[in-house]
T-cell receptor
C-alpha cells in the first residue's frame, strides 16, 4: 500500500515563529488532506489539497502531486497551534477509496 | 447547528465482549466515516456510510462492522473484543461521499479493553 511519511516528527516553536511541515507519499493519490488534532483529541480538517496551493489565514498548504509531497506552512505561530498535524491521502483500490494517514508531526508552541 | 456527537465518551470492556458505539452527524449530513486511533498504529480509516450503505472501507477484520440509519445516525460494532482494540474511535460527518470533502469530527469514544 501507499506509504505516508511526515517530518519532522516533533517540533517545538517559540510563539511567533514560522514552520514548515512536510508530507511525502509513495505513490499517486487522488486526494490529500491535512488535519490538526488539538491536545484534547479534537480533530479538524485544515485543507483538502490534491494539488496546488491554498491559504487560510496563517496556514497555507502546497501539494506537488508529480513529486509526491505536500507542505503545510504555519506562520506567526500561536500556542493554540499546538497539537498533532496529520496528512492523509486517498487512492482508488478495487472500487473503494483507500485512505492512509501519516504518523503526524507533534507541534508544541511555547509562549 | 449542533456538532457531531458520539456516545458513550468512555467505555471499559473485557476481552471477548462486544461493544456498540454511536455517532450522530450534523443535521443534513448524509456521510458518516469511522476512524480508529491507537498509539501503535496511528489513525486508520474503518469505513464510510452514505445513505444507509457502506461505500468505503479500510483494512479491518470482519469483527468491525457498522450501519447507518435513515436519519443518518451511525453505529459501529466490534465483536469479540481484543486488547488491541483499545483505542480512540472517531466519527466524522460530511455532506458528500468520499474522502475528498470537509469532514467534521466528533470528540471520540475512548475504549479500553481489559
Amino acid at each position: 500500500g501507499i506509504q505516508v511519511e511526515q517530518s519532522p516528527p516533533d517540533l517545538i516553536l517559540q510563539e511567533g515563529a514560522n514552520s514548515t511541515l512536510r508530507c511525502n507519499f509513495s505513490d499517486s493519490v487522488n486526494n490529500l488532506q491535512w488535519f490538526h488534532q488539538n491536545p484534547w483529541g479534537q480533530l479538524i480538517n485544515l485543507f483538502y489539497i490534491p494539488s496546488g496551493t491554498k491559504q487560510n489565514g496563517r496556514l497555507s498548504a502546497t501539494t506537488v502531486a508529480t513529486e509526491r509531497y505536500s507542505l503545510l506552512y504555519i506562520s506567526s505561530s500561536q500556542t493554540t497551534d499546538s497539537g498533532v498535524y496529520f496528512c492523509a491521502v486517498a487512492s482508488n483500490s478495487g472500487g473503494y477509496q483507500k485512505v492512509t494517514f501519516g504518523t503526524g508531526t507533534k507541534l508544541q508552541v511555547i509562549p | 447547528k449542533a456538532g457531531v456527537t458520539q456516545t458513550p465518551r468512555y467505555l471499559i470492556k473485557t476481552r471477548g465482549q462486544q461493544v456498540t458505539l454511536s455517532c450522530s452527524p450534523i443535521s443534513g449530513h448524509r456521510s458518516v466515516s469511522w476512524y480508529q486511533q491507537t498509539p501503535g498504529q496511528g489513525l486508520q480509516f474503518l469505513f464510510e456510510y452514505f445513505s444507509e450503505t457502506q461505500r468505503n472501507k479500510g483494512n479491518f477484520p470482519g469483527r468491525f462492522s457498522g450501519r447507518q440509519f435513515s436519519n443518518s445516525r451511525s453505529e459501529m460494532n466490534v465483536s469479540t473484543l481484543e486488547l488491541g482494540d483499545s483505542a480512540l474511535y472517531l466519527c466524522a460527518s460530511s455532506l458528500r461521499l468520499g474522502f475528498g470533502k470537509t469532514q467534521y469530527f466528533g470528540p471520540g469514544t475512548r475504549l479500553l479493553v481489559l
